[in-house]
Nanobody
């Protein structure tokens, strides 16, 4: 079992920035991949960004150039820096973690991000 604690959501005006944080209950080194997904009202959960244990990153086209996923091994935390936010970025953001390619995906409780126009 892996518990994920998220923080950093909130209300921001369009063009602003937020940083989300996610700390797993196990050592971040043991995570095969971690990431961020989001779900807007009436829509399916979608990928935002992922980062592997080797540091490789992957982004949804809609956030490329605006969002950056990173990991701080000393703090045992994964971050999602979100810049140039748009109203369409409004959603509940979920942290995810997968300890191995063959394991299930664990999810955080979600944090609300609201971008006003």
């Amino acid at each position: 079992q892996v518990q994920l604690v998220e923080s950093g959501g909130g209300l921001v005006q369009a063009g602003g920035s937020l940083r989300l944080s996610c700390t797993p209950s196990k050592n971040i080194f043991s995570m095969y991949t971690m990431g961020w997904y989001r779900q807007a009202p009436g829509k399916q959960r979608e990928l935002v960004a992922t980062i592997t244990s080797g540091g490789s990153t992957n982004y949804a086209d809609s956030v490329k150039g605006r969002f950056t996923i990173s990991r701080d091994n000393a703090a045992n935390t994964v971050y999602l820096q979100m810049n140039s936010l748009k109203p369409e970025d409004t959603a509940v953001y979920y942290c995810s973690a997968r300890p191995s390619p063959f394991s299930q995906t664990y999810w955080g409780q979600g944090t609300q991000v609201t971008v006003s126009s």
